[in-house]
């Protein structure tokens, strides 16, 4: 079940967007600084493409893997930005459905201590 929601938030428009613009920024500075010499001089034959494109991808990575477990929290008063199931990790003992766009609620049992995890 996290695997699905991990992959619905990952194909959020939003979430893609902003990992491919910090992996487009953050990779061009570490590639100016790892191999800026090779790129400026374009002396392309002494250039490592692995580490180039890897440069880019793990910025990518990163900065995806941070926004889904910021949205995966699940925080009451903001909506789901898919549809999972939760589980209240507070007392244990509640679990909802909730839908994509659905308001996230306060547990019955918890009141404002609530804490949600997907399950």
Known sequence: MKFK???NLLCVQDVYNKSFKVALIVGSFLNIINQGNFIVSQDFDSINYFKLILTYIIPFIVSSYTAISIQMKFNIGTKSLVCTDVK?????NTNILLQ????????????????????
């Open 88 to 92: 209240c990790t507070t007392c244990n």
């Open 5 to 7: 929601v991990i992959s």
């Open 100 to 119: 994509q766009n659905q308001q996230i609620p306060l547990c019955k049992n918890c009141g404002i201590n609530t804490n949600w995890k997907a399950i």
